[in-house]
């Protein structure tokens, strides 16, 4: 299977297959007619009631971190000063397609998003946050014909893989480079120009605007997911919305990918999981528990007989391509898992780096001021322990699948927009 689809439960009046998707997978762009026609743009009455309803069924960021979204709308809505509210749609995760794909084809969910989150946090000004061109077009047609709203710009980025970290993007809406700073303070405490400022995901956006203008599948919507599916290559690339809690196993067969021997997690952010990948559930909390991570959704799945070390050294070596270069631990660190692994998978070193290997991958995490590092980090430590025999196959003879040089650019794991 490849293209758009919902695995949702259908078949109640007025609920669609997928309200995130629209009526129907949607090859142009939705205008606004056919929007305001799904219920879109409706006046928020009861800010602080839709408020209570977002936290009670429990949204989460979709960004990759899971935090609970009503927790943040309140944290901007209560601090001192004037908000901004932005709608980051810079997917840095090369294998991730999910927020190109809405503000390509729905740009006004994402608008009524934002101009919801704005209402209920006082914001009067708001952000487009992306580096997607055919995206950029999109919004800025669906922002010439939308009803009044708050002044939204829109500002464009080139795609990195720190670029919509959201300190980064705070530090490129003010016109300097999209890079991580340190942390406190937070975007939602001081971000665009000292303001507060809310940094939300595009997929985020959506779910508030759906769960608006369709209350009643709020709980449903709240704890679907969009994850995008590939192979090797892009090979089958799907983007499915899949209901709170399905397991890897059940996309993983409708895209071709039952077979396969592990999977990428998360993007890169999730690390490399082998046997018993299949019962893994596609939730923030049970993966959180078991010491992995959601991320943004993407699963990159690896055909019977693929080498895993080949795809955790191509991996580290696009982290350690796209570090931004400012934390020295980063530099040193993901240069360090990346080299080390590079050499083992060429078969250049005995058990000692391995130790080596074992040893970083438990100290690095938490160490720089955005996740990049702990993405590589993750990435070893999880190969290390669902894969030992196939970095053990690799000492001495090396591997034919492991090239001289491992690619940094990140194409086996480039996904093309369905
Ligand atoms: S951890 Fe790495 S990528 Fe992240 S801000 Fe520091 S140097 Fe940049």
Redesign the pocket.
């Known amino acids: 299977m490849t293209g758009v689809h919902s695995l949702l439960p259908a078949g109640q009046p007025g609920l669609l297959v997928s309200p995130v998707f629209g009526a129907e997978p949607y090859r142009g762009v939705e205008d606004l007619a056919r929007y305001l026609a799904a219920g879109g743009y409706a006046p928020l009455t009861a800010r602080d009631r839709f408020l209570d309803l977002i936290a009670a069924v429990g949204l989460r960021g979709r960004g990759g971190a899971g935090f609970p979204a009503a927790v943040k709308l309140r944290a901007v809505r209560d601090a001192p000063g004037r908000p901004v509210v932005v709608a980051n749609g810079e997917e840095g995760e090369p294998g991730s397609v999910k927020d190109r794909w809405l503000l390509r084809h729905r740009p006004h969910l994402i608008l009524d998003g934002l101009r919801l989150a704005a209402a209920m946090t006082g914001a009067e000004h708001g952000v487009v946050y992306l580096s997607d061109p055919r995206a950029e077009q999109a919004v800025r047609h669906a922002l010439a014909e939308r009803p009044a709203g708050p002044r939204v710009v829109v500002v464009r980025t080139d795609q990195a893989y720190?670029a919509g970290e959201e300190t980064a993007v705070v530090r490129r809406i003010e016109g300097g480079p999209a890079?991580?700073t340190a942390k406190p303070p937070r975007p939602f405490e001081a971000g665009v120009g000292g303001a507060p400022t809310l940094v939300a995901n595009v997929e985020t956006l959506a779910r508030i605007a759906v769960m608006h203008a369709c209350p009643d599948v709020a709980p449903a919507l709240a704890g679907a997911h969009l994850v995008t599916v590939s192979g090797p290559g892009g090979s089958a690339a799907a983007l499915i919305e899949v209901p709170a809690g399905t397991h890897l196993k059940v996309p993983a067969d409708l895209c071709g990918h039952g077979m396969a021997e592990a999977v990428l997690l998360g993007g890169m952010f999730g690390g490399l999981y082998g046997p018993g990948w299949t019962d893994l559930p596609l939730d923030h909390d049970a993966l959180k528990a078991a010491g992995r991570a959601l991320g943004c959704g993407a699963l990159h799945f690896l055909r019977p007989g693929d080498c895993p070390v080949a795809l955790a050294t191509e991996a580290t070596a696009y982290l350690k391509a796209q570090?931004?270069?400012?934390?020295g631990v980063?530099?040193s660190g993901?240069g360090a898992l990346a080299g080390t692994l590079a050499a083992l998978a060429r078969g250049e070193t005995g058990a000692g780096p391995t130790q080596q290997l074992r040893r970083w991958s438990r100290q690095l995490p938490g160490r720089?001021?955005?996740g990049?590092?702990d993405a590589a980090a993750r990435i070893v430590a999880t190969l290390l322990t669902h894969f030992p025999d196939r970095l053990d196959a690799h000492r001495g003879s090396g591997c034919p699948d492991c090239t001289d040089e491992a690619p940094d650019d990140g194409r086996r794991f480039a996904v093309p927009v369905p």
Do not use: E, F, I
Not at 323 to 327: F, P
């Open positions: 720190v890079l991580p570090s931004a270069r400012q934390c980063c530099v993901t720089g001021a955005c990049l590092l």
